[in-house]
């Protein structure tokens, strides 16, 4: 039975990623991506890769993957993990408008995504903008508010990807890798801008965007 089963079935492990493999030696092809595998399986699989045979049919293996989310796909590799102050500021920047902006920093040492910078209700645009570093990525909530052409005072909660050219191309890497999962935590996000240059995200752009 292990040899029929490892003749249909492989599985390819590193150290962060799982891809199940489905051929015949000669041909064979990614059936899906899956989260991590650190929540399902012992660390003593890796590292180095191994190479395991399954000894069970697809629709067994496909049950002890029960975490699987194809949205996450892009962003699992990078294993960056959101620090619970940054879903808790966000809330109350939303429902009680709080703050004017939040900067979100990714240490990559700790591997994950913190608050670097609050900044009050009364602090301006220039405030936010002098806060993004000119050599190194962030992310950013920015709560805009605007006129409509009918005189209707609104408001529009922006997300900002800022990457300057200038900054390491393995932190741009990073960042573009895990923005699509954290975004997705922060609940409540009306227009999102990506920025290499402060021309890419001034007022006229944020006022256009807006409307």
Same mark, same amino acid.
Not at 1 to 13: H, I, P, Y
């Given at each position: 039975?292990?040899?029929? +089963?490892?003749?249909?079935? $492989?599985? @390819? %492990?590193?150290?962060?990623? =799982? %891809? =199940?493999?489905? *051929? !015949?030696?000669?041909?064979?092809?990614?059936?899906?991506?899956?989260?991590?595998? /650190?929540?399902?399986?012992?660390?003593?699989?890796?590292?180095?890769?191994? =190479?395991?045979?399954?000894? %069970?049919?697809?629709?067994?293996?496909?049950?002890?993957?029960? @975490?699987?989310?194809?949205?996450?796909?892009? !962003?699992?590799?990078?294993?960056?993990?959101?620090?619970?102050?940054?879903?808790?500021?966000?809330?109350?920047?939303?429902?009680?408008?709080?703050? $004017?902006? =939040?900067?979100?920093?990714?240490e990559e040492k700790q591997k994950q995504v913190v608050v670097e910078k609050l900044g009050?209700? /009364?602090? @301006?645009?220039?405030? %936010? +903008?002098?806060?993004?570093? +000119?050599?190194?990525?962030?992310?950013?909530?920015?709560?805009?508010?605007?006129? /409509?052409?009918?005189?209707?005072?609104?408001?529009?909660?922006?997300?900002?990807?800022? @990457?300057?050219?200038?900054? $390491?191309?393995r932190s741009k890497m990073i960042y573009a890798s895990s923005k699509d999962r954290f975004?997705?935590?922060?609940?409540?996000?009306?227009?999102?801008?990506? +920025?290499?240059?402060?021309?890419?995200? *001034?007022?006229?752009?944020?006022?256009?965007?807006? $409307?």
């Amino acid at each position: 039975m292990l040899e029929n +089963a490892a003749s249909k079935f $492989r599985c @390819s %492990f590193n150290f962060a990623d =799982i %891809f =199940i493999l489905v *051929g !015949n030696g000669r041909e064979r092809q990614p059936l899906f991506f899956c989260v991590t595998a /650190t929540h399902h399986l012992p660390l003593s699989l890796y590292p180095p890769p191994k =190479i395991l045979s399954l000894p %069970f049919s697809l629709r067994s293996s496909l049950g002890r993957f029960r @975490s699987f989310n194809p949205a996450a796909m892009a !962003n699992a590799a990078s294993g960056i993990a959101l620090h619970d102050e940054c879903k808790l500021k966000f809330l109350e920047l939303k429902a009680k408008r709080t703050y $004017r902006f =939040i900067v979100f920093k990714i240490e990559e040492k700790q591997k994950q995504v913190v608050v670097e910078k609050l900044g009050e209700p /009364t602090q @301006s645009y220039e405030d %936010f +903008a002098a806060s993004l570093p +000119a050599d190194e990525c962030r992310y950013a909530v920015y709560d805009f508010d605007f006129v /409509t052409e009918e005189n209707c005072q609104k408001s529009r909660i922006f997300f900002i990807a800022w @990457s300057p050219d200038t900054s $390491r191309v393995r932190s741009k890497m990073i960042y573009a890798s895990s923005k699509d999962r954290f975004k997705r935590e922060l609940d409540g996000i009306q227009v999102e801008l990506q +920025a290499t240059d402060p021309s890419e995200m *001034g007022l006229d752009v944020l006022n256009s965007r807006a $409307r």
